[in-house]
């Protein structure tokens, strides 16, 4: 049997073994197989990474972004050559299926691709004359050391929201990956290595609370990313912005769909199964309540249950399957607990998914695609996060209710209409009190070049990940007010 591998962490240039104490194990979801172990790495992990990452500043903000983006385009080149490794390393850890990892690898490098611009998107405003003589400008420049802390869903991805930017904009930085989902980013880093860009500019330090908070603290540290859970993010966003940093904490969601009668019920229902089921639900932009307006309850209702039941389930690797398993066994339990709350509290089990029997994968945490039917929009279940493979459906009587719901929930982070209705359509983008919004789309995920937006309780912070809000987050401005003396008048 081969050796299980301690992952190491990649400081300053060179790949090192943590000096943690414990580690855990990195499961496959589909098989229950170790992948690796990886180290909860301590504070002074973190500190030494920090202190290689301010010592490579200095330099750094001095290379021009021109040729500071030069490391991205070869950043880009390597992602494509290893494309189907990395999303095969995804797979393999996180269980979603193969299609899904390549989609997110597609919206990694398409977020290199948008930084790639950063010559441009940093430049500043300058006026001449603003009084007699006197010149004014802003200029954009980079605030130092700056971190991301992520999540498990997205492992590819989501450090890709930040650190193009963040580099491109002449920062350095330091990459705290899900402890649950870490070997992605050793092959990410692995390419990075490859690109030659000078040492400390980018570190990697595995870990989980220790190294979060040590992150959180260090006071060289200026600007912190984080995506996760609402309780974590409430948490990190109060620490950090109380240690004067910069912060952005993207955090949970209960994203709800509105089904109208007049939508086209066909392509309104492949849309919504993908986006409730697709990932295994585990998506911070799944839909994870249906509620259908007048007579679309039936038509939807029927539609999507038969949908669900038809859903291939397995390993994410294997040809043909549409969803893979749940991260881990507490998640599992979790969301299996959390079906049952909806059943006490009233609604009907339309479809349940719960301990299926997936032959060849009889240890994997695997849920099925699970509908709860006629659920109390006041109920417990309408309102807690479930991030799992399981459609809540209510019926409400038209688009005003619709909305209202919509607009009494907790979270903002996205929430989608289907319909042929242009006035609806309309009312509803202006009137929805979320951050990103989908018309006859089902995970309205902003193209690279938009910023990730989110509101209430799915994000703490101003300025969100990706496009033109990542340059503002990793760029300070300073304003310049200058006279010269006259060469004609010799005068000032
Ligand atoms: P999580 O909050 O459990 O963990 C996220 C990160 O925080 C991990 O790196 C973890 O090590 C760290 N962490 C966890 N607990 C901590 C603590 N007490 N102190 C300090 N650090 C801590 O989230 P998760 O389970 O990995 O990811 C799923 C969650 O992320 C869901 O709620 C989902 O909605 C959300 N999410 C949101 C978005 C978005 O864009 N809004 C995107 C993806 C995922």
């Not at 498990?152 to 650190?163: D, E």
């Not at 690109?195 to 570190?203: D, H, M, W």
Request: hydrophobic fraction near 40%; aromatic fraction near 8%.
């Amino acid at each position: 049997m081969n050796a299980i591998i301690r992952l190491p962490n990649y400081i300053n240039g060179n790949w090192q073994p943590s000096t943690a104490t414990e580690y855990l194990e990195v499961i496959n979801p589909a098989t229950i197989e170790i992948l690796a172990k990886v180290p909860l790495s301590p504070a002074s992990d973190v500190n030494q990474a920090t202190e290689a990452a301010a010592e490579a500043f200095i330099k750094w903000r001095r290379t021009p972004a021109l040729e500071r983006v030069q490391y991205l385009f070869k950043l880009k080149n390597l992602l494509e050559e290893n494309f189907e490794d990395l999303a095969r390393t995804i797979t393999l850890e996180c269980g979603k299926t193969l299609g899904e990892s390549k989609g997110e690898m597609r919206r990694a490098i398409e977020n290199v691709e948008i930084a790639c611009g950063i010559p441009m998107m940093m430049q500043g405003t300058n006026l001449e004359d603003v009084a007699k003589g006197i010149d004014e400008m802003m200029i954009r420049q980079p605030l130092g050391v700056a971190a991301v802390i992520c999540p498990f869903n997205f492992p590819g991805m989501i450090p890709f929201w930040f650190l193009p930017y963040a580099i491109a904009c002449g920062n350095t930085y330091i990459v705290k990956p899900s402890e649950k989902v870490p070997l992605t980013m050793q092959k990410i880093f692995n390419l990075l290595d490859k690109t030659g860009l000078p040492k400390g500019v980018i570190n990697l330090v595995n870990g989980s609370k220790e190294a979060v908070d040590a992150i959180l603290d260090h006071p060289k540290i200026r600007a912190i990313s984080f995506v996760g859970s609402t309780p974590v993010a409430k948490y990190i966003y109060s620490r950090g912005a109380a240690n004067g940093k910069r912060m952005q904490c993207q955090g949970g969601a209960k994203n709800p769909i509105i089904v109208l009668p007049d939508a086209d019920m066909e392509m309104t229902t492949r849309i919504a199964a993908d986006s409730a089921f697709g990932c295994a639900g585990q998506r911070c932009l799944a839909a994870s309540i249906a509620v259908t307006v007048g007579e679309a309850r039936n038509t939807f209702t029927d539609a999507i249950a038969a949908t669900a039941k038809n859903r291939i389930v397995g390993s994410g690797l294997d040809e043909g399957v549409e969803m893979g398993p749940v991260i881990d066994v507490r998640s599992q339990t979790r969301i299996e607990g959390l079906i049952q709350k909806g059943v006490d509290e009233g609604a009907k089990l339309l479809i349940d998914g719960r301990k299926p029997q997936i032959s060849g994968y009889e240890n994997g945490n695997f849920i099925r695609p699970t509908i709860l039917q006629d659920v109390d929009p006041a109920g417990e279940i309408a309102k807690t996060e479930i991030f799992g493979p399981v459609l809540s459906l209510i019926h409400l009587d038209n688009i005003e209710q619709a909305i209202a719901f919509v607009n009494g929930g907790q979270y903002g982070n996205m929430a989608c209409l289907f319909t042929t209705s242009g006035a609806a359509a309309r009312k509803f983008r202006y009137e929805a009190e979320v951050g990103n919004i989908g018309i006859n789309i089902g995970v309205a995920a902003p193209m690279a070049f938009f910023p990730f937006s989110g509101w209430k309780e799915s994000f703490f912070g101003d300025l969100h990940g990706q496009g033109n809000h990542a340059v503002e987050f990793f760029t300070q401005t300073k304003v310049v007010v200058e006279r010269w003396k006259d060469e004609w008048t010799r005068q000032f």
